[in-house]
């Protein structure tokens, strides 16, 4: 029914744009933009995929104020089925407050916690997730559902992608199920239990039966291993604006790369290209691009139609 189903919050952002991080106990600090915006790991991996041209389902907890009807329509707008998340009254929507630094495109992220709670088991639609061709999780889904969900899909074929922050307990319950493991890479020498990246990358595949693993490495672009082959890919020169969501949206990128039978070796320049042209605007959303609006962008650093 859909190529990618995801679990996971739905987050709404609020991003405003400085000059420079303000002083503490100071005045006069001009915000030069403010704009809201939808936020959550899955959910903007999900937008990413949407945008290139996969058909995506969410199953997500919505409250009933006015964050989640902000969030409603960023869905529809982008596409993204939400036809399996339940509607939960009375409740509010997490909240994100996003300064971003205009010079050097970093961010600080204050959060709010709503009360919308997380899916429970029996809220998860199963046969959604059967008829996919990848599951998307993140840490919002929950341990008991997201390894419930993991368990499941890997029993009919779909590919599990787990976007993993920091390996805690839970984290590390869901990872043991998890096809593609792409982290951050200070979860990423966590995991590994070494600080040479390759030598990471080869222990932490080891640890579970997945088909890859990816370590995302800022600015330094990333590194990956599937088991036979360890590779590099760098990010592409982008006027960087805001890095947020960037892992969000290369997780999305991957997913559609494997639904187009992609090697590994190319989905990750591929999404290493994504998310380079997401950062040449401000939010986590904002700029990620179209197929089309990629291929022109990245063909002079990366032709995806001179490798297979």
Known sequence: ????????GSFHDILMLMERFP????????????????????????????????????????????????????????????????????TTTHTSYIIVNRDTGNRTICGKGGTVGRLTEADINFDLIKSAKVLM???????????AAAKFAREHGVKVMLDSEWPSQGMLEITEHTDFLITSEDCMYEYGESKDIEE?????????????????????GGAAFD???FFLYPIYPAEVVDTNGCGDVFHGAFAFGYTQGWSYNKIC????????????????????????QLKEWLTPYYDLD???
């Open 23 to 90: 002083k503490e106990n100071t005045k006069n600090n001009r915000l030069e933009d403010v704009f809201h915006q939808g936020g959550g790991p899955v959910a903007t991996g999900l937008c990413a995929a949407s945008r290139l041209g996969s058909s995506c389902s969410l199953m997500t907890p919505l409250g009933d104020d006015d964050g989640a009807e902000f969030m409603k329509k960023e869905y529809a707008k982008d596409n993204i089925d939400i036809s399996s998340s339940p509607i939960r009254p009375g």
């Open 269 to 292: 320049h591929f999404a290493s290209g994504v998310s380079s042209m997401k950062c040449m605007k401000l939010g986590g959303r904002s700029g990620i691009p179209t197929l089309s």
């Open 137 to 147: 999780l993140d840490g919002s889904s929950g341990t008991e559902v997201g390894v």
């Open 200 to 220: 990471c990358l080869r222990n932490a595949f080891a640890k579970g039966k997945h088909d890859i693993v990816v370590a995302t490495l800022g600015n330094k």
């Open 227 to 229: 088991g036979k082959d």
């Open 306 to 308: 001179a490798h297979e």
């Open 1 to 8: 029914m859909f190529d990618i189903v995801g679990i996971g």
